[in-house]
């Protein structure tokens, strides 16, 4: 059973970086066959797709996002990461990792991470 | 981006009635690249629907989905205490993947 959990500060000051890793268990990033994404979902609003990226290091980032995004994978760890640069409040939300790809499509998220809260703030 | 825009925004009913969900795209989405969410409070969503019509693994078949090109439906046959949650549809027809603003379906 793949897991994925998120990890990283909570709490961002505005004009820094927002950086989280998510950490995969019960299947191989380098595997290969699936995307890896970060999504994010404002307080009580719906979801935005930020960005995935394959275990070869390609990546492909939401048009609205792409010039602050930067998202990375180590497979030697078994965990890729997002960088959000020059945060502002609007920022604030709920981030989650989630798996797409082989069995479903490439842009169908199959599992997910629980979640983690970031608050932009000074 | 393809907007995709869900109605009714929320939607009562009773346990044992039928849910209609809709899911409209500002362009038409390739393929039937169209999915299907489902979201309980302080939970992950859940995949239920894939390439429009395909329910995932261990998705209950009260859970069904139709529709091409901009127009999409979610339908649960028969509502069940646990089906009462936020639905979301997604789009990944084109480069960048998009999502509707969700229905809530309550109790009546």
């Known amino acids: 059973q793949v897991q994925l959990q998120e990890s990283g500060p909570g709490l961002v000051k505005p004009s820094q970086t927002l950086s989280l890793t998510c950490t995969v268990s019960?299947?191989?990033?380098?595997?290969?066959?699936?995307?890896w994404s970060w999504i994010r979902q404002h307080p009580g609003k719906g979801l935005e797709w930020i960005g995935y990226?394959?275990?070869?290091?390609?990546?492909y980032y939401n048009p609205s996002l792409k010039s602050r995004v930067t998202i990375s994978v180590d497979t030697s760890k078994n965990q890729f990461s997002l960088k959000l640069s020059s945060v502002t409040a609007a920022d604030t939300a709920v981030y989650y990792c989630?798996?797409?790809?082989?069995?479903?499509?490439?842009?169908?998220?199959?599992?997910w991470g629980q979640g983690t809260l970031v608050t932009v703030s000074s | 981006e393809i907007v995709l825009t869900q109605s009714p925004g929320t939607l009562s009913l009773s346990p044992g009635e039928r849910a209609t969900l809709s899911c409209r795209a500002s362009?038409?989405?390739?393929?039937?690249?169209l999915a299907w969410y489902q979201q309980k409070p302080g939970q992950a969503p859940r995949l239920l629907i894939y390439?429009?019509?395909s329910r995932a693994t261990g998705i209950p078949d009260r859970f069904s989905g139709s529709g091409s090109g901009t127009d999409f439906t979610l339908t649960i046959s028969r509502l069940e205490p646990e089906d009462f949650a936020v639905y979301y549809c997604?789009?990944?027809?084109?480069?960048?993947?998009?999502f509707g603003q969700g229905t809530r379906l309550e109790i009546k």
């Open positions: 019960g299947g191989s990033i380098s595997s290969g066959g699936y995307y």
């Open positions: 390439g429009a019509s």
């Open positions: 362009q038409s989405v390739s393929s039937s690249y």
């Open positions: 989630a798996r797409s790809g082989y069995s479903y499509g490439p842009g169908v998220f199959d599992y």
């Open positions: 990226i394959y275990y070869s290091g390609s990546t």
């Open positions: 997604q789009q990944y027809g084109s480069s960048s993947i998009t």
